[in-house]
Every structure is written in structure tokens, then in C-alpha cells.
């Protein structure tokens, strides 16, 4: 966790720099063209009402110009994290370590500050709870490793869990709409009080046939589809 620290102490230390080299070069810029109209305005012998004016028109200007530069760099900083850090988690797909999961945790939360609101986290291995917003959308676990995560009063739509491994999972007051657990691995995992709408469960590894009676009856529509299962050695 030592490296993550030091590369958010480099990320803010570059932020603080670029800050103070934008106001460092607004304020150069404003010094420059004030000296220059103070000059110019000498040499025409404008009146010093005249010489006030343009220098507030000035000012205005630069301000505008700032601005806009300053929103125009904003977006385009946010675009290069957002890129930066779907890289981040592509290059941490497939690999099983402890180093790995918490990067990508990491990486997910930062995604989520910036607003994106569908990741990709295929082939990845998470090995605790993650940040996610109330409302799932368009996510990708396929053949994802989730381990030892809790899902409360969370709603899944449009997500793939295709061939993913599940192990010590709780989903409870959770809604999942048109979402595929085709061949998903189920192992010490729990469903309380959870609604399926467009769900498809085929050949999906279970524990036992205990166990899946007993989220049946935590929750009903399950049994309606839980057709095609097959049971783990």
C-alpha cells in the first residue's frame, strides 16, 4: 500500500505545481501588457481616466481568457485520468495477487469521483468490498474473481457475471435486471430479499441442492429460474 501512497502524493504534488504555474503565468501576463499600455499610453499622452479604463478592459480580459483556459485544461485532465486509469485496471486484469486487487479497488473509486458511470472489470480479482454507485449500470464482471464482498440496496442492469468466481458474497435488498450469471461459480454465496427481472442463471455452478433451496426461500423468483444448474465437486 506504501507505493499507492506515494503515487497520490505525486498525483497531488503535480496538481498543486500546475496550479501555481497557471496563476504564476496569469499574473506575468497581466505585469507584461499593463507596462506595455502604461508605455504606449505615455508616449500618446492619454489622460489617466483614459489609461484606467483600458487597463480594467484589460483585466476583464485576462480574466475571460483565464477561464476559459482553465475549464478547457479541467476537462482535458479529467478525460486523461479517465484514460490513465481504465489503462490502470487493464493492466491488472489476470493477475491473482493482493498488490493487484487493491489497485484496482483504488483505481474504481477514482473512476467513480470523476462521474464515469460504466467499468469494465472483466478478468479482474477483488478480493473485498468496492465502491459502486446505488445503480449498476452496464458493468462487465466476465470472468471476474469477486471474493468476500457485500452488495446491500444495490440495483444491477444490463451487467454480464458471465464464468465469473463468487465466493463468500452477500447480495442482500439488491434488484438485478436483465443481467447474465451464465456459468458463474457460487461458493459460500447468499441472496436475502433480492428481485431478478430478465436474470439467466444457465449452468451456473452451485454448492449443493441444499443450498440452493435455501435462498429460494429467501427468494422466491429464484426458483423460477434456477432451470439449468450443475452442482461443484
Not at 45 to 74: M, R, W
Not at 89 to 105: A, G
Not at 177 to 190: H, K, L
Request: hydrophobic share 40%; with cysteine; proline share 1%.
Amino acid at each position: 500500500m506504501e507505493h499507492i501512497y506515494c503515487w497520490q502524493q505525486a498525483e497531488k504534488k503535480k496538481k498543486n505545481t500546475m496550479i501555481k504555474s497557471k496563476t504564476r503565468l496569469f499574473i506575468i501576463v497581466t505585469i507584461i501588457a499593463t507596462i506595455i499600455i502604461g508605455i504606449l499610453d505615455i508616449i500618446e499622452k492619454i489622460k489617466p481616466y483614459d489609461i484606467l479604463v483600458e487597463l480594467n478592459g484589460l483585466v476583464f480580459d485576462l480574466l475571460i481568457f483565464g477561464i476559459l483556459i482553465t475549464v478547457y485544461e479541467a476537462i482535458k485532465e479529467k478525460k486523461e485520468k479517465i484514460i490513465r486509469y481504465k489503462e490502470e485496471i487493464n493492466d491488472y486484469r489476470h493477475l491473482e495477487t493482493e498488490t493487484s486487487s487493491y489497485r484496482v479497488i483504488g483505481t474504481i473509486k477514482r473512476l467513480l469521483n470523476l462521474g464515469v458511470k460504466e467499468i469494465d472489470l472483466s478478468f479482474s480479482f477483488l478480493i473485498r468490498s468496492f465502491d459502486t454507485p446505488k445503480r449498476i449500470y452496464n458493468w462487465n464482471f466476465v470472468h471476474s474473481k469477486l471474493f468476500n464482498c457485500k452488495f446491500i440496496s444495490k440495483q444491477f442492469d444490463n451487467c454480464s457475471f458471465y464464468s465469473a468466481h463468487f465466493k463468500n458474497i452477500v447480495f442482500a435488498n439488491v434488484s438485478f435486471s436483465n443481467c447474465n450469471f451464465e456459468f458463474v461459480v457460487f461458493e459460500e454465496c447468499n441472496f436475502y430479499h433480492c428481485t431478478f427481472n430478465d436474470v439467466n442463471f444457465d449452468y451456473t455452478y452451485i454448492e449443493s441442492k441444499e443450498w440452493l433451496s435455501s435462498i429460494i426461500n429467501e427468494n422466491k423468483k429464484l426458483n423460477e429460474i434456477f432451470e439449468q444448474y450443475v452442482i461443484s465437486d
